[in-house]
């Protein structure tokens, strides 16, 4: 009788472990989902065609119109 209110009590730990797990795993992602690690400082701004990936034809062509090339 008492192994197996120890296997119980064994269990039922085991479960309140996953169940405490699952919580800070979730609390964890919920606090990575509110950052935006991607962007800038709200006081550093670019200049056009400075920023991230390829310009776009529009903004070559204004960059044109700017500079006069």
Do not use: C, S, W, Y
Not at 26 to 41: E, K
Request: glycine share 8%; hydrophobic share 40%.
């Amino acid at each position: 009788m008492e192994t197996l209110i120890t296997l119980a009590a064994i269990a039922l730990l085991i479960v309140l472990g996953i169940r405490l797990i699952h919580r800070l795993n979730a609390q964890h992602d919920a606090r990575i989902a509110a950052h935006h690690f991607g962007d800038p400082f709200p006081a550093i701004r670019r200049p056009p065609g400075h920023g991230h990936g390829h310009p776009t034809a529009k903004d070559r062509a204004d960059r044109r119109e700017v500079t006069g090339t």
